[in-house]
């Protein structure tokens, strides 16, 4: 049973059409919920890393907000390059150094 | 360099072959992991080490032999794999405690 679950799956948008990604999880004891942007054929690129519910953080257009069950990925006037594989990854209390529980990400498509 | 470097990037083996997949690091970190991507899967953690010492092994099958040589090498000994171990394998590293994981861009891995 996945403990991390990002919706949606996929998610085309036109360049400027802001967007949200969600990212629910279910384990106890949150210690860390970690943003990752991946392009194809690479590895997952760190974006953002939140601790606690009511804790936001922003980066260019992204926009990363945390409650008691689920995060989301706001992402304002997105443009082409925007278009990544968003995955969440959260750290349970009590969890082995490295233990990271991934969701199976979003697909997003910006088009001008 | 800077950052995680992984090779090779593409790797095709055959069943009876044996290979092995090389990560380095080049950000001080003392501690190393390796992940598998398999399409439409979530990042699954395969292994963990912490200062050269290995501190979990996620039930990866014996076919998969970790080694990590100091803290800034790892290295994925492969054989007798099977058509399903064709993934992505990424290497990753972090400082400690922290959650700062760095990845490498992977190695595409296809089993014939």
């Known amino acids: 049973e996945d403990q991390v679950t990002q919706s949606p799956e996929a998610l085309r948008l036109q360049e400027g059409e802001s967007s949200s990604l969600n990212c629910s999880y279910t384990?106890?004891?949150?210690?860390?919920l970690f943003w990752y942007r991946q392009d194809p054929g690479k590895g997952p690129e760190f974006l953002f890393t939140?601790?606690?519910a009511g804790e936001e953080k922003e980066k260019e257009r992204l926009k990363a907000t945390l409650t008691k069950k689920e995060s989301f990925l706001h992402i304002t006037a997105p443009k082409p390059e925007d278009s990544a594989t968003y995955l969440c990854?959260?750290?349970?209390?009590?969890?082995?150094?490295?233990?990271?529980?991934f969701g199976r990400g979003t697909q997003l498509t910006v088009w001008p | 360099e800077t950052g995680v470097t992984q090779t090779p990037r593409h790797l095709v083996m055959g069943m009876t072959n044996k290979k092995s997949l090389k990560c380095e690091q080049h950000?001080?970190?003392?501690?190393m992991y390796w992940y598998k991507q398999s399409a439409k899967k979530p990042l699954e953690l395969m292994f963990v080490?912490?200062?050269?010492?290995?501190?979990e092994n996620n039930s990866v099958p014996s076919r998969f032999s970790p080694e990590c040589p100091n803290s800034s090498h790892l290295f994925l000994h492969l054989h007798t794999l099977q058509p399903e171990d064709s993934a992505l394998y990424l290497c990753?590293?972090?400082?400690?405690?922290?959650?700062?994981?760095?990845f490498g861009s992977g190695t595409r891995l296809t089993v014939v």
């Open positions: 990753a590293s972090s400082q400690g405690g922290t959650e700062d994981y760095t």
């Open positions: 384990v106890s004891g949150l210690r860390g």
């Open positions: 939140l601790y606690s």
């Open positions: 990854a959260v750290q349970a209390g009590g969890s082995t150094l490295g233990r990271l529980y």
């Open positions: 950000l001080g970190h003392n501690a």
């Open positions: 080490y912490n200062f050269k010492e290995q501190t």
